[in-house]
């Protein structure tokens, strides 16, 4: 079984389109994570939420909005998608003191 | 603000060396500092996680020490194989979230 899953794998999109990604966990864990991975491989976090409350937010164009609906699902929707948006969006949870899991990522490419 | 260096970027080794990968951060005060392995086109695979009370970890070929007094990690593959070659991710825990380096490309020669 898949501990964490992300749909869709890949996703290619005009600009200005809206779009969403979604993340599910089945590891009972109580916080979720999405992390953006650009062209050079640079991995950096973007949100975080612990038990469907956000809890990190970093410096992110406010056309990116995360939503957890329950603990072990969180989705990531962006608005008025454009060129610096293509990027792997790695989707990851954790339970506390323990590693991160992580997804397996979405390909995002915008036209 | 945390900044995670890794060296060397990239590393291309003949099977069967030993071979260390190195980490540094600049704020002392983590919580654990793990390893990742990261395949092409792939997610990533946690591969070490050492808490900020211990000083090293081991499984199977791969060995992790941290220093966290002076912000370095190591980690040592013995008997490297074709196998390992893949990226590798250093990345230190603080205020609930991972901040990654940029990474060490190995490659291993049969």
């Known amino acids: 079984d898949t501990a964490v899953s992300q749909t869709p794998k890949y996703l290619v999109t005009q600009m200005g389109n809206d779009k969403s990604i979604k993340c599910e966990q089945n590891l009972g864990h109580d916080t979720m994570y999405w992390y953006k991975q650009d062209s050079k491989k640079f991995l950096k976090i973007m949100f975080s939420?612990?038990?469907?409350?956000?809890?990190i937010n970093e410096t992110v164009p406010n056309r990116f909005s995360p939503k957890s609906p329950d603990k072990a699902h969180l989705n990531l929707h962006i608005n008025s998608l454009e060129l610096g948006d293509s990027a792997v969006y790695f989707c990851?949870?954790?339970?506390?003191?323990?590693?991160?899991?992580f997804g397996p990522g979405t390909r995002l490419l915008v036209l | 603000k945390q900044e995670v260096t890794q060296i060397p970027a990239a590393l291309s080794v003949p099977e069967g060396e030993n071979l260390v990968l190195n980490c540094s951060f600049t704020d002392s005060a983590i919580y654990n500092l793990q390893w990742f392995r990261q395949d092409p086109g792939k997610g990533l695979t946690s591969l070490l996680l050492i808490q900020s009370s211990q000083r090293e970890q081991t499984s199977g070929r791969l060995n992790a020490s941290l220093d966290k007094s002076s912000g370095r990690s190591t980690l040592y593959i013995a008997a490297s194989q074709p196998g390992d070659s893949a990226t590798y991710l250093c990345?230190?825990?603080?205020?609930?979230?991972?901040?990654f380096g940029k990474g060490t490309l190995l490659t291993v020669n049969p």
């Open positions: 990851a949870s954790r339970a506390a003191p323990e590693t991160q899991y």
């Open positions: 990345a230190v825990s603080s205020n609930y979230k991972l901040t």
């Open positions: 939420y612990n038990n469907k409350e956000l809890i």
